[in-house]
């Protein structure tokens, strides 16, 4: 009746039939029975999916062993495919069940009967479901595809009534057939709108026994539907709405969501009350009524996917769902936020604050530019929007005008610009024509004054090569346009400076001195600061000392260098570097490192790669290992790129490093980082490789670590050490690398032609060889005596746990030739599984890692020994695998021993 799984009529039907199929028929074998019982195992625990595989597979196997228990596995294959929405398939199969008894295959007993016809017509109901409509009643369309889609899904529900009824002749007081009837007729009068179905419905419905489950939500939502459409046309009243909301209650409670119907209808409701999504203006009773069922369908989306969420119908609905709660919300939201913006803009505008009165106007600009354009007209938004804008108009001017004294000319016209297009929006502000004029008269002003400064300095860059032509320049340039806007005083001022001979020759100095060696250099520049100091040119000073000091540092006077640092006016930062860095080359690395801290450190790292390199020695040598950490870092990876004092920057580096260490207090991620930046670098420190696999080690089984990344890097160390560069490990060390590898390592090699050739003591040779196979499975055949053996196997890696899995006939093995963690201590971790036909069990496990085997004339190290165990039996089976080579050795309580006597894994190596 509903897409809610509700399984009762099925859990019915395997309360009742386990005993007939599991263990009533007799002439059943083993693995069918294990099949059935798996089927009602999956079913009870709600695994329906699975529980139909497996009483498919019992219905295949049945045909070998009569048809004893095929009428009732089949019924329960269409009870599953009911609940699974497998609507077609269902009706497919309850309608081959029909045949059969038709052609007296077999017998159904009554209890048989009842559950296929409630699957039966449960199976048309779904597929009427889905033939309906979309949002039928609210659709108000009487198109011809609609009236199509109305007829087609009415003779779905008319079907499934008879099924319903077939169904209550079989049990007169059953109250799932008694619902089914009801719920059919129900469906059937709203879609060809036939009111003495509705009334059916509603008899029907009065007469329904009480349900086998007391928080049923079906018949109070089919009495709360009922009522709707016979007696008040679609509107949802209170008695209604009480049914319904009852019903949809406990279905949030039991978080189902089946009831499609009943949320779809719900939501239609709300729709015809609040189609403007403005719940305030309905009147009071109607309000109440839409936040009720608002409510409930907020729940409903906000709890999760339902079962059916593939049909097209539902999902286009709950789209429609979420789309309405969205606008809704939206509204709701662009009212609270209008009201909160309008609010902080007032308390801005109105208020006092220590913010400046630019940015404090700016910020309430900013909120009232947010509100939607839907409240712009009303009064209290232009009320507080007029006054802020007027007084933000005059403040941007105030900026602009203290911009332009200090001849920061792009930001005046940024200023006056957003003024202007304030200005322009007049519907705000009534002096707005004044204060557009105003604003025109300084963009005019200030664009004048940007085009002075360029040719000013257009002018100056000339006559640092030609004076006369710098001269003649400025006359032809400055345009009559511009030359109304300036003071003749200013113009007269800078034609005086240009006129200025020694000012040129000191910037003709500063630049020859540019091009060439430090000591003709250093003639140049003194020869500069000469005349500055003659001629009292104190705005050249400064560069003329700051070249000076430069050119003492190249050439290696370095106090000099540092003396000429003290007699700069005003020193920036570069200067303050060259002095910590002529401070470094001297060996006075505190001094040097106290001028480098009073530097930001990105402006150091951005500077010359040897003063990114004494900032990092400076550090280092002040006991500061963190702080030189990233200028030596920086260093060495430009002098790699430069090939120049790579070895000495390395062995700073190396040497930060280890201080780092030294000092102690380091969380494990950071001494792994650091540890492994000195491996790095000083790829001979053994000691430091083997301290990072513990570390490594530490870090992976202090995290859990599922993926083992950790281990495996920690493997990966010890086995260059010990292994690659044959350097001893200690007791402790060498217990965790066994430990690794046994993870680790490969100790059944698979790939196409590879053959295992034994020797064994109390019985016959025997040869493996892999024949075929890619990725983890591949075909081995066996040879016993140098005759094949009939036994094909299979063998295969279980990638998930590094398990060697052998599969033959009748039997499988399996064998765990790898730890899954590292952590994990031997023998701790067991895999158990079936060796042979029968229920004998056997545990299988690693006993043992990092043995050294002497076998078939050879010596075979880091080998790990499986013991394998019949539960309840001392006897046992001892398999030992070498990495990289396979098993190498075999014994048991039996007397039998295999060795390796030949591989062609070894012949390959």
Request: charged share 30%.
């Amino acid at each position: 009746m509903s897409a809610m799984p509700i399984r009762i009529p099925l859990a019915l039907c395997v309360a009742i039939l386990p005993l007939g199929l599991a263990s009533g028929c007799k002439s059943l074998p083993d693995d069918v029975r294990g099949r059935i019982n798996e089927a009602n195992t999956n079913y009870e625990a709600g695994n329906v999916a699975a529980a139909l595989e497996a009483y498919k597979g019992a219905i295949g196997s049945l045909r070998e062993f009569g048809d004893e228990a095929r009428p009732e596995i089949e019924v329960r294959i269409g009870k599953c495919q009911v609940e699974l929405g497998q609507a077609s398939e269902a009706i497919a199969t309850f309608d081959t069940i029909d045949r059969d008894v038709e052609e007296g295959a077999y017998q159904l007993t009554e209890n048989l009967e009842y559950d296929k016809f409630l699957g039966h017509a449960e199976a048309y109901c779904e597929l009427g479901r889905r033939a309906e409509p979309a949002f039928l009643s609210g659709s108000g369309s009487r198109s011809k595809q609609i009236q199509e889609q109305r007829t087609a899904a009415g003779e779905l529900f008319s079907k499934a009534r008879a099924l319903f009824e077939r169904a209550r002749k079989l049990r007169a007081n059953d109250f799932e057939a008694q619902l089914g009837i009801a719920y059919s007729f129900l469906r059937y009068g709203i879609l060809i709108e036939s009111e003495s179905a509705l009334a059916q419905a509603r008899d029907t419905l009065r007469k329904c026994p009480r349900p086998p489950q007391a928080d049923d939500p079906r018949l109070p939502f089919y009495n709360g539907r009922v009522t709707q459409v016979l007696q008040s046309k679609g509107v949802l009243t209170n008695d209604v709405l009480s049914d319904m909301t009852a019903a949809a209650e406990i279905d949030a409670r039991q978080r189902s969501h089946g009831y499609h119907e009943m949320y779809r209808d719900l939501f239609l409701q709300v729709q015809a009350y609040d189609n403007e999504r403005k719940v305030e203006l309905l009147e009071e009773s109607k309000r109440q009524r839409v936040k009720e069922v608002l409510a409930i369908l907020n729940n409903y989306l906000q709890y999760g996917q339902e079962p059916r969420a593939s049909w097209p119908q539902w999902v286009d609905f709950r789209g429609r769902l979420r789309g309405y709660f969205d606008n809704y919300n939206a509204w709701s939201r662009k009212k609270r936020e209008r009201d909160e913006l309008i609010q902080s803009a007032k308390s801005l505008v109105y208020g006092t604050s220590e913010t400046q009165e630019v940015l404090r106007f700016r910020q309430a600009m900013d909120l009232l530019r947010k509100v939607d354009t839907e409240f712009l007209t009303e009064k209290d938004y232009s009320d507080v929007r007029t006054v802020a804008q007027q007084q933000y108009i005059k403040l941007l001017i105030a900026s602009a005008e203290a911009l332009g004294r200090i001849e920061k000319w792009d930001l005046a016209l940024k200023q006056i610009d957003e003024a202007r297009e304030l200005c322009v929006q007049q519907q705000f502000a009534p002096e707005h024509a004044a204060l557009l004029e105003q604003c025109t008269k300084a963009s005019g002003k200030y664009k004048a004054g940007k085009e002075w400064a360029a040719l000013q300095e257009k002018v100056r860059a000339r006559a640092r090569v030609d004076q006369n032509a710098a001269l003649a320049m400025l006359e032809t340039e400055l345009k009559p346009e511009l030359r109304s806007q300036l003071d003749p005083a200013e113009i007269g001022k800078f034609h005086d400076q240009i006129l200025d001979i020694d000012r040129r020759q000191v910037e003709t100095l500063l630049a020859e001195a540019r091009e060439i060696d430090p000591t003709p250099r250093m003639e140049k520049l003194q020869q500069a600061r000469q005349l500055v100091t003659e001629r009292k040119l104190d705005d050249l000073r400064d560069e003329v000392v700051r070249q000076i000091q430069r050119c003492y540092i190249a050439l290696g006077q370095h106090q000099q260098s540092i003396d000429s640092f003290n007699a700069i006016g005003a020193p920036t930062d570069d200067d303050k570097l060259h002095t910590a860095l002529a401070y470094s080359k001297k060996d006075e690395h505190p001094q040097a490192y106290k001028i480098f801290r009073a530097v930001d450190d990105t402006i150091i790292r951005t500077s010359k790669p040897e003063i990114v390199r004494a900032a990092g020695v400076s550090a280092l040598r002040a006991g500061k290992p963190s702080e030189a950490r990233p200028f030596l870092e920086e260093a060495l990876s430009h002098a790699q790129k430069t090939q120049v004092d790579v070895a000495g920057t390395k062995d700073g580096l190396l040497t930060c490093y280890r201080q780092i260490l030294e000092s102690g207090g380091l969380e494990p991620r950071e001494e792994i980082e650091i540890r492994a930046e000195i491996a790095k670098q000083e790829e001979d420190d053994t000691s430091n490789l083997r301290k990072l696999a513990v570390l490594h080690y530490d870090a992976a089984k202090t995290s859990n670590d599922a993926n083992a990344g950790g281990f495996e890097l920690a493997y990966k160390l010890f086995k260059e050490v010990f292994v690659e560069r044959a350097i001893p490990l200690t007791d402790d060390e060498k217990k965790l690398y066994c430990r690794l590898a046994a993870r680790f390592e490969d100790y059944v090699p698979l790939k196409k032609s590879v053959r295992w050739e034994y020797n064994v003591i109390n019985g016959p040779a025997t040869t493996y060889e892999v024949t075929d196979g890619s990725g983890e499975l591949f075909n081995v055949d066996l040879q016993i005596a140098g005759e094949p053996s009939p036994f094909k196997q299979e063998w295969q890696k279980l990638p998930t746990s590094r398990v060697l899995e052998i599969r033959y006939t009748g039997s499988r093995d399996r064998l765990p030739i790898g730890l899954v963690n590292p952590e994990e201590k031997v023998g701790e971790r067991a895999v158990v599984d079936d060796f042979g036909k029968g229920k004998r069990r056997y545990e299988a496990r690693v006993v043992e890692i990092g043995l050294s085997i002497e076998t078939g004339g050879r010596t075979y190290e880091n080998c790990i020994k499986v013991e394998v165990r019949e539960q309840g039996r001392a006897e046992h089976r001892d398999f030992y695998f070498a990495p990289g080579v396979g098993q190498i050795k075999y014994t048991d309580s039996q007397g039998t021993v295999w060795e390796l006597q030949r591989s062609t894994v070894l012949d390959a190596t």
